[in-house]
């Protein structure tokens, strides 16, 4: 209850329901360039779906309905290498399931109305999370929110629709090297995603867990083993903090013991002293 007053305080209007933080126009322009630059890559998703053998429908459903798009890319990806589609779809949900936390975390900055809520769950996703996270007032988080996920949501699925429909006219998307394209926006989205030294450790052991095991599993399959990464590294970590406490502990019993001699020894000096007086 407590958490919940101090993130009222924090995320509210300013006095008299001016907003204190960045003015609105300034959230909407940056709302707006994230929508845009991240809307664009929809048309490497609709060329990498129709050369996966999904259907214009398909594709387009998939943008409608399920939004989110490393999970698509994911699951176009293992569809494209002949993977199992309940394996695809697997792993697709799995990238999926961090939405559901940016949702307990939005759902306090934006206390939206219950009947907005189910809709506006569509478009919780890494941008609009990420563009919401940075307004310094509720006014500017809603407006964030709103804008990016507008935007991006309009521009994703009609350039789905055209690299969709695009690819279908080129016919093979192969011998264009469209099969790449995928990969290519999916390494783009998550690049800046990995600032620090633990998560670039995650992604390296599952770059390499993930191509070790590609030709001894049936595609998609290693794609969930890749996950594995994140628990071997979280568990080194780990050893290495529960290390570095132990260590620590012993340093500070070391220096104790060091101190209680030097003052048995300051007392030793002492007492000789007094004894030749």
């Given at each position: 209850m407590a958490e919940d007053t101090a993130l009222a305080d924090i995320r509210s209007d300013g006095p008299g329901g001016a907003d204190d933080g960045k003015p609105d126009a300034?959230?909407?322009?940056?709302?707006?360039?994230?929508?845009?630059?991240?809307?664009?890559?929809?048309?490497?998703?609709g060329v990498t779906s129709a050369g996966s053998g999904l259907t214009l429908l398909q594709t387009c459903?998939?943008?409608?309905?399920?939004?989110?798009?490393?999970?698509?890319?994911?699951?176009v990806g293992a569809l494209a290498a002949g993977g199992n589609p309940f394996t695809a779809a697997a792993g697709a949900f799995f990238l999926g399931v961090r939405n559901a936390f940016?949702?307990?975390?939005?759902?306090?900055?934006?206390?939206?109305?219950?009947?907005?809520?189910?809709?506006?769950?569509?478009w919780v996703i890494d941008e609009t999370t990420a563009v919401t996270l940075a307004q310094p007032t509720r006014r500017g988080a809603r407006i964030g929110f709103t804008v990016t996920g507008a935007s991006l949501y309009v521009l994703w699925n009609l350039t789905t629709f055209l690299g969709a429909?695009?690819?279908?006219?080129?016919?093979?998307?192969?011998?264009?090297?469209?099969?790449a394209a995928g990969p290519a926006v999916f390494l783009a989205l998550l690049a800046p995603m990995l600032k620090t030294a633990t998560e670039r450790a995650?992604?390296?052991?599952?770059?390499?867990?993930?191509?070790?095991?590609?030709?001894?599993?049936?595609?998609?399959?290693?794609?969930?083993?890749?996950?594995?990464?994140?628990?071997?590294?979280?568990?080194?970590?780990?050893?290495?903090?529960?290390?570095?406490?132990?260590?620590?502990?012993?340093q500070r019993a070391r220096d104790g013991a060091q101190e209680a001699r030097d003052v048995r020894d300051v007392r030793d000096v002492r007492d000789v002293r007094e004894e030749d007086r």
């Open positions: 300034a959230v909407v322009r940056d709302a707006l360039g994230v929508g845009v630059a991240v809307g664009l890559s929809g048309f490497a998703f459903a998939l943008s409608l309905l399920v939004f989110t798009g490393a999970s698509q890319f994911a699951l940016y949702g307990l975390r939005l759902s306090q900055l934006l206390a939206l109305p219950r009947a907005v809520r189910p809709f506006a769950a569509q429909l695009g690819a279908e006219a080129l016919g093979d998307t192969d011998a264009w090297g469209l099969d995650v992604a390296a052991l599952a770059v390499l867990l993930g191509l070790g095991l590609l030709p001894v599993l049936p595609a998609g399959v290693p794609v969930l083993a890749a996950a594995l990464a994140a628990l071997a590294v979280l568990y080194l970590t780990g050893r290495r903090a529960a290390r570095a406490r132990d260590d620590g502990r012993e």
